[in-house]
Structure formats: C-alpha cells, structure tokens
C-alpha cells in the first residue's frame, strides 16, 4: 500500500455523506476524515471524487479540511477478549470508552477492540511443531477465555505454509508474538493471538453441511411447534408491543447454543443495559455458569450514527463465524433488520440512488439475501463442525407483513415467527401467531425429538396443530351465530384448543418456573392437554353433556401445571396425567351409574 | 466568532436559504441572519460544499430580500445557556426568552444535539412512579427512566391526562418531586395558555421550565424545540441530580415541520412522504431520556403524539412505538361514553413495568393483577362484540358476567376524576373489587395465595 499516504481533501459535507477529493482511494477502504479524525467508508468512486459515508456525526466538519487514507477495508478484531464484551457498530470497546470519556460516546476515538494489556495462559496444539505444514485456518492452540468457552488461536484464513516456530505453554499479551510461519510467498509471517478480518467477506470454510439438530431454546411454541435447527435462518416480525425484543431475550438467554452474539441494531438503550445488568447474573441452564461468558454485545441504538448501523449486522457476523471456525454452535440475534435496511435506504437516499419500493433502493432484497445467507453449518478449514444461527427481527411499519423488508425476509428465511398484535393485545405471550408461522425443519427436528425424548412428538404436534386450526374455524362461527350452535363435541373442541393455548403455548418469561421448558417437560405437557381432549372427547360420545366437563377442576389444573413443576419434575407431570385419567374414568363410571339409575 | 458577513445568498425557499461563495463552511454550524429591515432570524447549515452551503433557518424564509440579506456564520453550533435559573422560565424554540425577562446567564452551554449515551453508561429503569390514575399505574405503570408517549387524537383530552400526572406524579417512597421540561410545538394559544394555568394553580409553575413553539411560529424551529427541551432537561438531570418529566406535544406536529423542511430539501420521500430517517431523527429526540450509571437524575420522558385520523399504523405513532417503552392509547369510543381518561387498556403497554412493580415496588400481588385483568377485559371485549350480535339475552350467565365486568372496569376502574389521586394500593384494591366478581378458580394467572389473601370471598 504505497499510496497509504496520500492525503486529500473534503468537498462536501451532506449529513453522515461527505464527498472528497483523495486520489488512489479504493472502494471500501476506510478513510480518516477531517481535523477530528472521523471514520468513514468510501462507498463510490466518481471520476476524481470519492463518496465516503462517515460512522459518526459531521456536525462542525468543513470543506477543505484534510482526508486520510487507511489502506484497509472495514476490519475487525478476532482474539481472546471478545466475549463478555459490547462493542459498537464498528467494533470500538464501549465498556473502555465509558471509563475513558464519560455518559456520551465522543467522535473520533480510536480505541482497539480488545485489550492489548490482559495476560492469556496459551496452550500450544500438540500437533503444531516447528516444521510441520499448516492448512489455513489451523488450530494453533488455544487460550480460556472463560469459565466454559475454550478459545483456539487460528491460523488466519488467508496464511498457510511451513511452521517456523510455536511459542510454548505460557502467558501472553495479544501484541507478543506466538510464532513464525513460511507463508507460500516464501516469506516469514509473525502470528499473535489475534487477527484481523474483512466483516464484508464471508469467512472461508471447507464446505457446507447439512443441519442435523434442533435449536433448543425451551420456548415451547418455538421447540415443539416451529422448531429451527443449529445452522439455521429464522426471522420475528412484529407490529410493536408484540414482544419481539423478549422473543430474543429469552433465546439469548436460555438456548443451549455454546455462544450468543446480540446485535442491537437501531433499537434501545435501555435494552441493551437490560442485558448487561441482567445476564451476567443469569445462570445458563445446561452449564450453571454466568452467561455473560458466553455472550457479547454490538450496540448500534437509534440514536446512534445510522452509518454505523448498517455495519453493525456485518461486525457481528464476523465474530459469529470467527467462533463458528473454531469449532462452536453460535446464536447470532439480529435487532432488528429492518432498522438495518433503513439504514441502507438513508444512505442510498443520500446518494440520490433511485428508489424502489417504500424508498429502498433495488439492491435490499440482493443484501438481505446475502448476509442471512452467511448462516449455515459447516465444516471449518480445521474440520471441525460449527454453526452460525441467524435470528433476525423484523419491524414492519404499521404491523403490514407485506412491507419489502418482511415480504423479501420470508423468502430468504427457513423458520418464520409471526408475532400477532391481537395475541399480544390479550397479553398471550410468546405472541408468535400459530397459523401464519412456519418451520421448514420438522423432518430434521422430528428424528432429534424421536431419538431423544419421544417417539410420538410428529404426531401429537399434528394433533394440536389440527385442533387450534378447528378452534380458529369454530370461533368464526361463534362470532357470526354465537356458541349455542356448536354442537356438544364442537364445544368441546374448543376447550381442547384452550388447553393447548393456555397449557402449552402461553409461556410466561416473568415466571421462574415457567421461563424455561426442558423438551421433555414440553412433550409431557403436550401430551397432558391432549389426553384431557381426547378423554373428554370420548365421554362426549358417550353421551356425558359437555357442561359438566367444562366445569371439571382439572381444566384449570392442567393449564396452571407449566408453573407448578420445573423441568425436572417430569415424574410429577406424568402422575398429574394418571390422576387425570382417572378423574375421567370416574366420571365415565358415575355417568354409567346414572343412565343406569335413569332407566 | 467570524465577523464577516455574506450578502450571496441565492435562492430562499421552504424555510431554507442557499449562499453561494462562503468557504470552508462548517457542517451544524449556526447562522444569524439580517433581513433588508434589519430583523435577526437564526439558521443552521444542513450542507456544505465548497461553492454553496444551504441553511435552514428557523425563523422562515418569508419576506426574505436575497440583495439585502446579510448571513454570518457563527462558527459554533446552535448551543443552549444552562443554569439552575431556567426553572420558572418560559423560552421560544431555539432558547430565547419569552416571557419578557433578561435571558440566561451562564458559562454553561452545550450543544442542542447533544451526543449519543454511551449504552454502556446507562441504567436500567426500575423505580416505580405514581401517576395516580388506575389505568397507568395499575396495568400500564410508569417507571423512572422510561419514555412512555400518550397516542392521542385531536379532541381528546390528552392535554388534562398530561396536566393530570404532572400534578399528581411522585416517587413511591421518596418526597422529592418531579422538576419538569415542558416542550410545546405547534400548540394553540389556548393549549399553551391551560397548560401555564394549570402549573400555576397548582403551585408547580417554579419548578416548570417552559419551551413554547406556537402553531403560528415558524414550522423550522418545531425541529429545534424537542432538542433544545431535552438538553435543558440533561442538565437538570445529570448536572443537577433533579428527576425530571419532560412533557413533548406534540411529536405529530415536529414531524410535519421535519417533512415540509425535507421536501424542501429535495430528500428521497419514504411513507406519506415522510422522510426516511424520520425513525432515526425521532430516536434521537426520544433516546435522550433514561438513567446513567453514578448519576442521581433522572430523565422521563412523555411525548404526546395525536394520531392523524386516529390511526396507530401512521408512521409517526408507528415509528414512535418502535423507539419507545410502551405506549398509552386514548379512545375515541370511551370518550364519548363520558369515560375520563379515557385510557383504551387493549393497545396500551408499558414495557418496563415488569421491572417496576411487584413485592419491592407496590405489592407482591402487582404483576398477576395486572395480567388477570388484562386477560378478563379481554375475553370481556369479545362477549361484548357476540351480544352485539345475537344480543346479550342469549348470554350464558357466565358470559353475562363478562359483560358486567367489562362494564365496571371502563367505568370504576379505568374512569376516575380528573383531580382524584389514588394511591397505587387504592387502585389494586380497587382492581380486587373487580376480580371478585369472579370465581376463585378462574383467575388462573394469579397465585393460590394471593388470591387466598386479597379474594373478598376468601377473606372470612
């Protein structure tokens, strides 16, 4: 980069947009921009000039103040360090700058993004020795960034060649040199813990490969109803107040993912200080530890420069695969997407780029496609297996689903959470609407559920799917003739639909006890809400009217009983069920008995 | 500050002048101008190039006479004098006094736009505040830090509701009250006017710092109002360790200013030719509100937004409910069933309010209440529309005791004086009254215990 010095100047200053003039700039390559030192982005090339978009606020920048070139494309830091972290849309420490600056984020800070003065205790791979031939990507060894997370020092992606030297088992900063590798240029390369990355070129791996496990997240509309697999795409759309933000709480929280990078993308403060209060309080499930050591933050609020907003999706993705190579399941939670596309919108409206639909410029469906296309299970360069999950909310305006964010979102995605106003106006929570959503992943979530936990969960999803579409159906009626239409049976239908809503699909994230559902204790409760319809059914047949089951007790037992035992009360979930069974055969013989008596 | 002054200026339109020939312009700067009958108008550059810098001026661009407009450039951006004195105070829209006494003096001054809270520097709200008034405090409760905006159509009387809190709103276990930031855009005469009354009477006014943009002022200094309002009320906040409410209306009205000044501009139109970054425009207003680690004040902020043709989806209620923690909707419907305030509990939410209320906050009962209630005036809603069909004669009992339920709740619980002040274990008794027209086995949100406890059939 011998023209790294050219310096140039700026011609104008349009908001976050500034035109200037720096001979040699490339398409993407960072630029320092006038006497506080703001970065930015040149995203196009016109004949002399450059058009830079500048991640924090031009207020006070004036034309002819000199630019910079830096001579590489929008990076970020990948080493020990990361997790625990929040960073903002560009990757600078944010944690640091409150210490540095104080309550506002002040321009041009240049901080790094991981801390060059902590000490890693490096454990050098047994099979790295001096001499050997390293693959790209190769593990090199590896440091305990956490409690539970083991980090691998890789190989950078782009370097391969001879192993020249490995340090030894030791303590390290980032900036020590760990070794020397004779690169194919033929000439020596120093590597430390970390390294750099492009966030806008995907990170290589050795092929794609097929999802094969369910998500876990112990929500039990998302695991029994519309499950998404490790490795796949999903998407929350929701008018607002219908709980989309909780939605991805309580997958940051409680899914049994090794890593959750949340991206805050436009939305609030307020809620990323949530997590940052909250979380490392919070107890994963599965391990008992913090999960704040699992967990790193990119905060982009909405008042917050919406240059950097548009990074922001594509600095998280980056981290998301940097941990994806070294082996891990990772969660990345995108909030929200669409406030991602109006970032692309304002920018693109300032480049008076013609508007498509809604003022979006034609490229968005083409974007969007691209960056839920960097989820996926692989196979890394060092033939581990990782995933990187990607769970993007949606915002349509006015809760309109066919808006072009959501409308092109639904054609790219496998797994669909639509989120209802009228649901969340009840306050049924989680309000994912049960006939608009959609799994592309039975088949593959139904052999984990089948091996796992129970052979009949394909079926008895079925099941209740049917009946809450017969609900749907039978309410219609009630509402045009009201209920003294509907025969005995119908009635009961719509108990059977209660159940399952109120039993099975309300999940409270307040409760405790209700927060979390193993999948066993989900199966269980499924089963329980159908057995009661089922029985009930049955009894009806027979002849037993349906009012005197609608105001049997256990109705509303069995809807209270996800709160009444943990995930590891199965046994109790299980008696409960007999008991049930055995009130209905009670009632069937005191029914026998009175049409006995009756003749 | 640069003495020199332009007399290029090209063309004037829409509130925003363009000069040509003013070098190394800085973007945000502010601008004074002088009209050809020496008038003062403020202005702001909203983009600079070397050979054209436009300006957006405050006052407007009316009976402007390009030969004789004189343009300075301040070189400094538009910035707010601070001091404890601005309580008590009424300004216009940029900060100038209004009510006829000497302007503020003070080393104190910042920038309008202020700058982005670091999200790592903020605290989570979680101290509940009490309204007073059953509907909030009861199912939709206000909690320091947050930013709740009141949906609101003309004609309804959100100006009372609003009146209403600043009188009667305090911290449970604390005496201190609230210092408030009052931001008027485009209001009546009439508007301003009861809102002044109204702090007067009730003795708050001294502690009341008014910012006052009437619906006959220029529509460019609405876009100045909500920022300079705010500014004011981070001093107060974080310099002065005050808790203050600051009170916006009305957001529709701003984002009108903000289209007219855009379409001016030539900016790309998105929705109703409302700007793209309207959203990000609104969130920097809106985000300024909340608690910072290790700092005592705090900023609430309740924006009134009135719903053109009252319609939630239209982009400024719709963007708004985006950005803020909640929303409090007021009916039509309810108004005009003489219900005051007339709090449509269905579409309203308060985000934070699981974090505000429960056994530390109110009482332990607090949360299930809320949800039960929530989940009868549901199922209530429907019964009502089936008797609207096939009459309510055709009723189960059980149905018909919806009906009256639903009856009572619009009625006793959400409908109260507009001077009745209720304490937050008045309105949860209240809530119980309600709830006990109910079999104890039909509140299945609520514990066994609590409802052992608070039941009227259970307490014998």
Redesign the interface.
Known sequence: MNENTGRGIIREINGPIVTIRLPGVRSGEQVRIGEMGLVGEAIALIGEDAVVQVYESTEGVRPGEPVERLGWPLSVELGPGLLGGIFDGVQRPLEEIYLNSGDHIPRGVVLPALNREKIWHFVPSPECTSGSELAAGAVLGSVRETERIEHRILLPPERHGTLLELAPEGDYRLEDPIGRIRGADGRSHKLKLYHRWPVRNPRPYRRRDNSIVPLITGQRIIDTFFPLIKGGKAAVPGPFGAGKTVVQHQIARWSNADIVIFVGCGERGNELADVLETFPQLLDPLTGRSLMERTLLVANTSNMPVVAREASIYVGLTMAEYYRDQGYDVVMLADSTSRWAEALREVSGRLGQMPVEDGYPAYLASRLAAVYERAGRVETQSGDKGSVTLIGTVSPPGGDFSEPVTAHTKEIIQTYWALSKELADARHYPAIDWVSSFSGHIGVAAEWWHEKVGKKWEQRRAKALALLSRDAELSRIVNLVGPEALSGAQRWELEGAALIKEGVLQQSALDPIDTFSSPEKQYLLLKMMLTIYQKGADLIELGVPVQELRELPMLDKAKRAKQLFNSEQTEKLIELNEEFIQEFEDVRIEYAKFKEHGK | MSAKEYRTARSARGGLLVVEKA???????RVLIRDHRGRKRNGLV?????NSTLIQVYEGTDDLDLESTWVRFLDQ?LEISLSPELLGRIFNGIGDARDGRPPIVSSIRR?I?????????????RKFIQTGISAIDGLNSLVR?QKLPLFSGSGLPHNRLTAQIVRQARLVDEESSFSIVFAAMGVSHSDARFFEEDFASSGVLGNVVMFINLADDPPVERLAVPRVALTAAEYLA?DQDRHVLVILTDMTNYAEALREVATAKG?????KGY???L??DM??I???S?R??D?HGSITLLPVVSMPSDDI???IP??T???T???IVLSRELHNQGIYPPVHI??S?S??M??GIGRDDTRSDH?SVA?QL??LY?RALETR??AS??GAD?L?GQDRRYLEFAEKFDRYFVGQGEDEDRSIIETLNLAWDLLSMFPK??L?RISETDIAKYHHSGKD
Not at chain 2, 46 to 50: E, F, K, L, N, T
Not at chain 2, 267 to 271: A, H, L
Request: neutral net charge.
């Open positions: 070098p190394g312009i800085a973007f945000g700067d909203i983009r600079s190039a070397g951006p920038n736009n202020g700058s982005a809270i670091n999200p790592a520097a903020r605290t989570y709200p830090g974080f900016d790309v139109p998105s929705r700007p793209g970054y959203y990000s969130a920097e809106y985000e300024r909340g910072i680690r700092r989806t239209h982009p719709d963007l409910g985006y950005i923690e909640g929303q269905s579409p939410l985000r934070l699981k974090d949360p949800s929530y989940a549901a529309n089936l069909i096939v055709e189960s086995q039909a299945t």
